[in-house]
């Protein structure tokens, strides 16, 4: 690790559960995020500033003007350029040697099963009800860790779900597959940008804490809600369903 590295690093060493074991997982970690806009943004700034090893980053599409309220990597010189590929020029300069696969087509099923198996984790960073349900059965299929994140108008929602364990609920355990939301275009609503960004961040968080293996003695797991305009967080304890038609099945294997 050159000196550079090393000090980057520092401030998580000193901290309680992080330790230096925690950095040398950070710098094997290998996460894919699934998304390039205002929860993508800043959770892939968080981790490839903390130093991860690998980031595979997956969005087809291009930076537009409507996105740079949230989208923070992003000025005016990028509109027009592919997401991943801007959102990479500018991680670069804040950590030159990170290693950082842009990859410029929407997420489907093949390229999932392909890249899941090879990540440590994956953040799904993504608006779209059908994408999360397919993101959340590949991870549930190979048994990856998912931290999965949402934020519309003044509301914004967090998850994560371990399919290595047993006694945890999948998206699908909460969010019924065959209940789709009626869904309109992302940009017939609006959205308080720094809500966006704080839930990413809160992404990257739920990652390190999920790479680093932090040990938290009977943690529920919880689905949170942040409701931005009364400033209030609501907690709600998840189990799994056992008649999900996700996780019903890979529990018995
Ligand atoms: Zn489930």
């Not at 699934?34 to 291009?62: E, K, Q």
């Not at 929602?157 to 209940?179: I, K």
């Not at 932090?214 to 008649?243: H, I, M, V, Y």
């Amino acid at each position: 690790m050159s000196d550079l590295d090393h000090l980057r690093q520092s401030r998580h060493e000193l901290l309680d559960g992080f330790d230096a074991q925690g950095v040398d997982a950070v710098r094997a970690a290998h996460v894919l995020i699934i998304g390039a806009g205002g929860l993508g943004c800043p959770a892939a700034t968080y981790l490839v500033a903390a130093g991860i090893g690998h980031l595979t980053w997956v969005d087809g599409d291009t930076v537009d003007a409507t996105n740079l309220a949230r989208q923070v990597l992003f000025g005016p010189n990028d509109i027009g350029q592919k997401k991943v590929i801007a959102g990479r020029n500018a991680l670069q300069r804040l950590h030159p040697t990170a290693a950082i696969t842009a990859l410029t087509e929407a997420a489907d099923e093949s390229l999932l099963q392909q890249l899941v198996p090879q990540s440590s984790i994956v953040l799904d960073c993504t608006d779209q009800w059908v994408t999360r349900q397919m993101i959340n059965r590949v991870c549930v299929a190979h048994k990856v860790p998912l931290v999965t994140a949402a934020a519309i108008e003044w509301s914004g929602q967090l998850m994560t779900v371990d399919p290595r364990r047993s006694d945890q609920a999948c998206y699908a355990c909460v969010f019924d597959p065959s209940h789709a939301p009626e869904e309109h275009a992302c940009g017939a609503y609006g959205v308080l940008s720094a809500m966006v960004g704080a839930m990413g961040c809160l992404q990257a968080a739920e990652a390190l804490k999920q790479i680093i293996a932090l040990k938290q003695a009977n943690a529920p797991q919880l689905l949170s809600l942040f409701d931005a305009r009364a400033g209030q967080w609501q907690q709600l304890r998840l189990s799994r369903n056992p008649d999900c038609p996700v996780c019903r099945a890979s529990a018995r294997s």
